[in-house]
């Protein structure tokens, strides 16, 4: 089974201008989170969707927006980059069930920097 | 607002020897989750612990959950090189969906 998918991995952008980043989850998987990971601040939530609607959001400004597509694929968009915007970007799926727990399955990340 | 501190926040450790790597949380959770991360990659599960008491073990891992002292320990028996990496524990801010909310993160260094 293919895990989670991520892409670019790498991007270089500079500040002003904006990104968008890809996940694709597990087959089968309809819950997608994603996570922003600094020196600095560490691993830090960004949002969770579920059947293409957001159900969790971290404490982000508004620049940092995702959605869901039907097929649960995943895509995370930061507008106005700024270079605090550098970072390693997690994606993360799981099989949810409602009267059970499923734990995520961590994507390789995107490795974002902003000049 | 939930707060994960992990302590210590590096440590370097001889091989062959035993240490324990803690993780106290500020708010009432019972969903404990331990990763591994190795430098330029992602998150590797090592354990999901769900209840008070719950221990699990895998090779020279154990994990343990204390949630009435809001305390997870990640205790590293007779320590391998393989071993060096950076640990991370998470808990699970909502019920019925998904945010996690990490440590700091643990430097591992073991040392031949």
């Known amino acids: 089974k293919a895990g989670v998918t991520q892409t670019p991995r790498y991007l270089i952008k500079t500040r002003g201008q904006q990104v968008t980043l890809s996940c694709s989850p597990i087959?089968?998987?309809?819950?997608v989170s994603w996570y922003q990971q600094t020196p600095g601040q560490g691993l830090q939530f960004l949002f969770e969707?579920?059947?293409?609607?957001?159900?969790n959001k971290g404490n982000f400004p508004g620049r940092f927006s995702g959605r869901q597509f039907s097929n649960s694929r995943s895509e995370m968009n930061v507008s106005t980059l700024e270079l605090g915007d550098s970072a390693l970007y997690l994606c993360?799926?799981?099989?949810?069930?409602?009267?059970?727990?499923?734990?995520?399955?961590f994507g390789p990340g995107t490795r974002l920097t902003v000049l | 607002e939930l707060k994960v501190e992990q302590n210590p926040l590096f440590l370097s450790m001889q091989e062959g020897k035993n240490y324990t790597i803690y993780c106290n949380y500020s708010t009432t959770s019972d969903r404990l989750y331990w990763y591994r991360q190795d430098p330029g990659k992602s998150l590797e599960s090592l354990f999901v612990?769900?209840?008070?008491?719950a221990v699990k073990q895998e090779g020279r891992l154990m994990a343990s959950l204390d949630t009435k002292a809001r305390l997870s320990t990640l205790h590293i028996t007779a320590a391998v090189h393989d071993l060096s990496a950076t640990y991370f524990c998470?808990?699970?801010?909502?019920?019925?969906?998904?945010?996690?909310?990490f440590g700091t993160g643990t430097r591992l260094k073991v040392l031949a």
């Open positions: 612990l769900l209840s008070n008491g």
């Open positions: 969707y579920f059947s293409e609607t957001q159900r």
């Open positions: 993360a799926s799981s099989f949810f069930i409602l009267t059970s727990y499923n734990e995520q399955f």
């Open positions: 998470a808990v699970d801010m909502s019920s019925g969906t998904y945010k996690y909310i």
């Open positions: 087959s089968g998987h309809r819950s």
